[in-house]
């Protein structure tokens, strides 16, 4: 019998997030494990009037020999397929559900890093067709051993942590997710009025500015579970430095206590207890890969504990993140790169001021801007 829950996140991804229409053509993905709700979103997709024009069901072992066995020539072609399905599809459901969680950690990183460069003209058109209302998408979860076993749960406890997570163990997600966009919103429409953000307290003092950009409120339309919002700073502007409290994860290779100087924008030093020749190699793809494309507050207070899965993880109620790369086209921001690496920090000591005004202290906004 298929858990009722795993249907609920199946009509909340097609109903909800993006919100199938009749005649929409839309790509399902994701691993073998979650072939049970891929196949109820494939059922609800079509009781929406959607055409499943692609179900594409993998392994990580897949990956693992593309990077181990593909020559140069490989790592940087680009299919005309996937091309025309990135210009021209509606619709791309993505379920993360993993069997292995590292199963790139002995590839090279410079031929990730390769790859990575490669696919940045199709990470382009992919962000600018969302930004254009063109395309939607959302990338969801589904509960396997393995995500499970890097959380550091049993697969029962997982389960229920997901689902509480998507707030489909509610007899209402819809209206569950509603209330939480409406009280992030708040946020989002206060910080669009801030020109200049400081953030203090152990382990950061971080300057840098958002004139003229926009903050998104991610309410789950994009990324299931939402909880956060996000928008991207001035290039330039970001001066100071931040040490980020959890492991910095990248294709599952973990970079312990990372540090980054920012001057003019620019990582100027970057440093980890573990990985750090990693994180400068990465950091390294391109020339928007040492500025950061993403600065986003946590505030989804329902998850609570780090799990080493950043669709979780960067949602953390008391917590920022930031990413290094690509910037949302959506937020104003002009970063290019063919990385989006975040990187998450806990704010439950530290302090953030807005134009000089303190508005955030011990992991909260203050009051006054939920009012």
């Known amino acids: 019998m298929t858990d009722p829950r795993i249907r609920n996140l199946a009509k909340l991804i097609t109903g909800y997030c993006v919100d199938i229409k009749k005649g929409e053509e839309a790509v399902i993905s994701g691993g073998i494990e979650s072939l049970p709700l891929l196949q109820e979103i494939y059922r609800e997709v079509l009781e929406r009037g959607g055409y499943p024009v692609l179900v594409n069901i993998r392994d990580e072992v897949f990956d693992e020999i593309f990077y181990k066995y593909a020559s140069e020539e ?33 590839i090279d990183p410079a031929r990730i890093s390769l790859r990575s460069k490669a696919r940045l003209p199709l990470n382009k058109v992919f962000l600018e067709r969302s930004a254009r209302k063109e395309l939607k998408w959302v990338v969801a979860p589904y509960p396997t051993r393995a995500l499970a076993q890097e959380a550091g749960m049993t697969i029962l406890e997982y389960e229920d942590f997901v689902y509480r997570a998507t707030m489909v163990d509610r007899v209402d997600p819809v209206e569950e997710w509603r209330k939480l966009s409406r009280r992030q919103e708040k946020i989002a429409s206060f910080l669009n009025k801030v020109s200049e953000l400081k953030y203090v307290g152990p382990g950061i003092d971080l300057y840098l500015r958002v004139d003229g950009r926009t903050w998104i409120n991610d309410d789950g339309h994009y990324n299931m579970p939402g909880g956060e919002v996000f928008s991207a700073p001035i290039e330039d502007s970001v001066e100071g430095f931040v040490e980020f409290t959890y492991p910095a994860i990248w294709r599952g290779v973990e970079v312990e206590s990372v540090k980054l100087v920012f001057r003019r924008g620019v990582v100027v030093e970057a440093h980890a207890v573990k990985g750090e020749e990693f994180l400068r190699k990465i950091i390294s793809t391109d020339e928007g890969s040492k500025r950061l494309g993403e600065i986003a507050f946590g505030l989804n207070y329902s998850i609570d504990r ?5 669709l979780f993880d960067e949602k953390i109620g008391g917590t920022i993140h930031m990413a290094l790369g690509s910037a949302y086209p959506e937020t104003g921001g002009r970063n290019i790169s063919g990385i989006h690496w975040d990187m998450i920090k806990d704010m439950g000591k530290h302090k953030v001021y807005a134009d000089g005004d303190l508005v955030y202290e011990n992991g909260r906004f203050i009051e006054e801007i939920l009012s």
């Not at 490989?74 to 993360?96: G, M, N, Q, R, W």
């Not at 780090?306 to 950043?310: A, D, H, P, Q, Y």
């Open 74 to 106: 490989i790592l940087t072609h680009i299919s005309d397929i996937e091309k025309a399905l990135v210009e021209k599809v509606p619709v791309f459901i993505t379920i993360l559900s993993p069997s292995h969680t590292k199963h790139l950690t002995g």
């Open 306 to 310: 780090f799990t080493k899965e950043i």
